[in-house]
């Protein structure tokens, strides 16, 4: 094999390998959120309501990401573990509010395809 093979083989098993990490991380983390929605966490879907309204997790909340820093009393204390679905950003966003909210169990899951 020439060099310019190498590499190709090389980027092929580094980006195989990356792809692997995240889908274990993926499963962990339904794992982890299906763990914490049988010890009563909340599942709020943080969409819009127009996305909400086409597809969502049954027996979650929406509360749009918009709205998220003043509806937290429907989230309970900060104690209370909260499961978070909806589209990518906006996961990651209200991931990051409610931590920065003092929520210490924040479980961000995924789409809608759990």
Not at 34 to 60: N, R
């Amino acid at each position: 094999m020439n060099s310019s093979e190498l590499w190709v083989v090389g980027v092929s098993v580094a980006f195989f390998a990356a792809s692997v990490a995240l889908w274990w991380r993926g499963w962990a983390q339904l794992e982890k959120a299906q763990a914490l929605i049988l010890q009563g966490a909340t599942v709020i879907d943080v969409d819009t309501p127009e996305d909400y309204a086409s597809v969502h997790h049954p027996g979650a909340k929406n509360i749009p990401l918009e709205e998220l820093d003043v509806r937290t009393a429907e989230l309970g204390p900060p104690d209370n573990p909260v499961v978070v679905c909806g589209r990518w950003v906006r996961r990651l966003r209200a991931t990051s509010v409610l931590r920065g909210l003092g929520y210490r169990f924040v479980v961000d899951v995924g789409a809608h395809d759990w």
